[in-house]
């Protein structure tokens, strides 16, 4: 999912966040309640950022979605990954205030693609 900074056709990152419709505003990200993953290793390009508690069964956004690669987890998320959409299949777990710069080389047992997420609040 990389982009050349050199190439006439790089467009600069996007950035999406999914806010809980009874929570749409910068409170609960203020709170430390988030999660933010990359579609590059090392914290770079087009990012997502959920901020929980909020339940994603599909990774898959339409054109937005992206293979993400690497994720930091605000001071009060706990993040649970599946390998599957609908929360289903293999998981792998993010503890608050975790800083993840390649997804794919954890030693939690983790899967190609992140397809659904759980982020919990403490």
């Keep these: ?13 996007a950035v999406l966040v999914l806010l809980p419709s009874a929570q749409a505003n910068a409170t609960r990200l203020a709170d430390g309640c988030w999660v933010r993953f990359f579609d590059d290793k090392g914290f770079k390009g087009d990012t ?10 599909r990774m898959e ?12 987890v605000g001071p009060k998320a706990t993040v649970r ?34 397809k659904s997420a759980r982020v919990s609040c403490s």
Aim: proline share 9%; charged share 25%; net charge negative.
């Design 1 to 13: 999912a990389s982009r050349s900074a050199t190439s006439p056709a790089a467009a600069p990152a």
């Design 48 to 57: 997502l950022t959920l901020a929980g508690p909020v339940d994603l069964p």
């Design 81 to 114: 990954t599946f390998d599957n959409e609908n929360f289903r299949e293999r998981t792998a777990m993010l503890s608050p205030g975790q800083s993840i710069p390649d997804l794919r080389e954890r030693k939690l047992g983790w899967f190609e693609e992140v």
């Design 61 to 72: 956004l339409g054109d937005a979605w992206r293979d993400w690669d690497s994720a930091v």
